[in-house]
């Protein structure tokens, strides 16, 4: 058994996108879910009149673009259930001709792995 799960959700007003895919699977008597869940909002938007302007502003700015990263192994034994957790947030710059966005994210990649019921 196969199973997939796509959604993608834009907010009116174009500032957060929320992406979501999950595959769940069986095979020899092992149950797998995997969720890829992507998150990024605009937080500002600078728009400069010139090349020159948006380079005055580079180097002023504080710049930076700091990723951090969360990874994080769970086993419910109740259950008898693996989780596997990788999280990545940060914020990065994105620049279209003379307009600076400011842009946060978070990437959450998680895996179950489960036994199948036995009937």
Known sequence: ???????????DNKRRKDL?????????GIKTVAR???FYI??????????KELAQWKSSAEVCQKRHVFIFK????????DTFICDVVGKCYAVIKNEVYAIGFKHSFEIDF???KQV
């Open 114 to 116: 489960q036994p199948t």
């Open 42 to 51: 605009v937080n500002s938007h600078n728009k400069f009149n010139t090349p």
């Open 20 to 28: 979501f895919i999950s595959e769940t699977t069986e095979r020899n």
């Open 74 to 81: 769970k086993r419910d034994t109740k259950e008898k259930k």
């Open 1 to 11: 058994m196969r199973e997939m799960v796509f959604k993608n959700l834009t907010s």
């Open 36 to 38: 890829r869940h992507s």
